[in-house]
């Protein structure tokens, strides 16, 4: 059987983590998958505050764009396998 890690959004969805980024400035980003749907793909970036991590959208295109960036380098080369 698979571990998966499981967490609840502010939008009261289920997503899989199925990725973890962390760039240059040590900012770490969890690429996210529906639970129930696939196609439902979000990306977060996580702060620590209070001694707790919490998960924050993405500040803006250029940070987004940044970690698709390192996502991509990240796995090219990978296979995809259906």
Same mark, same amino acid.
């Given at each position: +059987?698979?571990?998966?890690?499981? +967490?609840?959004?502010? %939008?009261?969805? &289920?997503?899989?983590? /199925? ?14 998958? !529906?639970?129930? &749907?696939?196609? &439902? ?6 702060? /620590?505050? %209070? &001694? ?5 959208k993405?500040?803006s ?6 970690? +698709? /960036?390192?996502? !991509? ?10």
């Amino acid at each position: +059987m698979i571990d998966v890690n499981v +967490m609840t959004l502010e %939008n009261g969805k &289920d997503y899989i983590i /199925t990725d973890t980024i962390i760039n240059d400035n040590n900012n770490k980003y969890l690429f996210l998958v !529906g639970k129930l &749907d696939n196609n &439902d793909i979000v990306i977060r970036k996580v702060i /620590t505050k %209070n &001694d707790g991590e919490y998960l924050v959208k993405l500040d803006s295109e250029d940070e987004f764009e940044e970690i +698709m /960036t390192l996502f !991509g380098d990240k796995h090219k080369g990978e296979k995809n396998e259906e």
